[in-house]
């Protein structure tokens, strides 16, 4: 019966005219109606990813789109260099690692960002670089890296591609591929594209298609070429996610009547409603600008509480459910999503609700301060932010 | 406005039932509330498979379970055995052949099934094979393997794994595979399951598992020993594909009121229904009895006929959609899908829209002898085949 209030960084709540795109009757994936929808979709979604290159769907999930670049562009014993600032990195380095890659790991501590000085100097030792991995947004700790400035540097230093996963934050930041340099920058369907899991977008540039021709690697269901030959046609090689490819048609129609630039501006307000919120009830943040993600906050646990017991209560008594840290920051921080199918009101409901978890736990602080901090800043903005959808 | 008639043998289309449990709320794939709907699920679908394994879900097409069921169990360099007889059987060895594998291809010609004897002889020369690949229904001919028969020989002849494409079957034809001797089955879930693609099921022996373990070939997304360790955990690696799920969960409830055996019978009637349908007007079928499968029927394009025009008429004028052939089928060939949310009535839907394209290019024909046909042997079966959804 009671609305689950879900604040996770992913999966992220549906819109229902994207749950009613899916609820369409099915249609083949070799159709005429079918190659239609996918050519329109996947010309439509090229400004979320700032690029002419085609917008390339998988049926899997993000991960797979990070393996798939991975796989696909560099071969077992070349040199790569991941940057890694959460769990994310790391995990990009383990799938570098799996298949036999020379991995130089640019390790930052978690909640920090990975500046254009560290990443020259710590590629200025190295040489014969095939690709530079770095996360946009990490979505362990909450953390934007500056993601146009590394990518400078990466270029300027090297010949090496620079591959992004974009996963928790494509759709609600800007991401000029082209113009910044980024080679390949994989999605996921989940985030801030708010469609379900399951649908895996990738987009490749030229210069890393010709590393990927050259490529022997064995890769089959991930065969970045194969989906290349089949785009051509307006199709995938596989049987397509029909009903996700229906919903991201809509997202699409979604975003385009609140125009991208606006949907940025939403994210970067509800990020800054919560930075206020949490200032006011002096509580700390994991992060701090300018590298904070406008996709998800990490709060570190308010002092003396139990962070378990909070969230637990959140979750039982108000169906709010925030989630926890990943790693050695579980215990330590807990991390508010925002973004996607999310709106200044829904920031304001879950600051509330959170004072209500607090004030049960009697913790020590002025009731609706944190409110009030959010509301102030979305009262300050502009008037056309929240729009009608 | 038209209904799309979708006779495919997949994507098939989805129940209502199915889209709504696929419009709830989204809940995060780490929650409680995941965990228990992932057990029991994932515990309701072992009757489709015949097993006491467990059925793994990875967020991807069929493609991909066949693709982790070959590079999890068999290295580069072993032995394997593929037997092909069509389009997907090729597929399977395309999948070997790309990783190294020492791939010998039984070769039947399209429209037959390998009988036990034709295995046991291809087996007979050979030594030390590490894995035998069969497909149970291959679509492209609409032909089903004897493949209870063929894991008999496998057993008999070999210490090789059994490794099974279930893709357009599993969930409308018998499958037990513990008690057969199948070591991997894979299937998809946009066929017979009645669901959108985008979730693939697979399941794993004990002799299977071993060789699993012993494998070091490096894979990540497909990674079947990842699955298994979060399995235990009630949850997958990655970010599962919840709206599939909780539609899985519904087919479930659907195959379980209309008991998985009565499912068995009514797709076994419908193949009787189209098989009697194309006798009585004369048009020949692709395969033939014992080996026909109850999901899919490969019809002989009627004689004198533009198949091409035949079927753009059906679909233009009648929105009743076929398959066409595929690969050197293609003309020869088309194929009506009767699996899944397909009932007896849908069938002479087709069968009499079909005739009524025949009538319009001049097809020498009794009108209506089809039709009357398949009524003919729906009315002879007793009364509770076609139940209620």
Known sequence: MYKLILRHPGPTPIPKKVNMAMSQDIISHRSPEFIK????????IKPLFGTEQDVL?????????????????????????VISIGAFGD????????????????????????????LEAFLKPLNNIKAVFATYCETSTGVLNPIEDLAKIVKKNTDALFIVDGVSCIGAVPAKMDEW?????????????????????????EQAWKAIEN???????????TYRDWFEQGMTPNTSAVTLIYGLSAVCDLIEEETFARTVERHELMKKMVKEAMNALDI????????????????????????EQFLQLLKQKYHLDFAGGLGSLQGQIFR???MGYCFPADVLEAVSLMEAGLKELS??????????????????TKADIQVKI
């Open 37 to 44: 929808l996918f050519r329109e979709t996947t010309a439509r």
């Open 57 to 81: 769907l998988l049926a899997a999930s993000g991960t797979a789109a990070l393996e798939a670049a991975a796989v696909n562009a560099v071969s077992p014993g070349e040199k790569v260099v």
């Open 91 to 118: 995990y990009f380095a383990a799938i570098c690692e799996k298949y036999g890659f020379d991995v130089h790991k640019l390790q930052k501590t978690w909640g920090e960002a990975c500046t254009p000085e560290e």
């Open 181 to 205: 340099g980024i080679d390949i920058l994989a999605t996921g369907s989940q985030k801030a594209l708010m469609l379900p899991p399951g649908l895996a977008l990738i987009s490749v540039s």
């Open 215 to 225: 490529n022997q690697t064995p890769v089959y269901y991930l065969n970045l070429l």
């Open 284 to 307: 700390d943040l994991l992060a701090s600008e300018p590298f904070m993600s406008p996709t998800v906050t990490a709060i570190r646990t308010p002092k003396y509480l139990d962070l």
């Open 336 to 338: 508010f999503g925002h």
């Open 363 to 380: 913790y020590p602080f002025e009731m609706g301060a944190g409110v009030k901090a959010a509301a102030d800043t979305l009262s300050a």
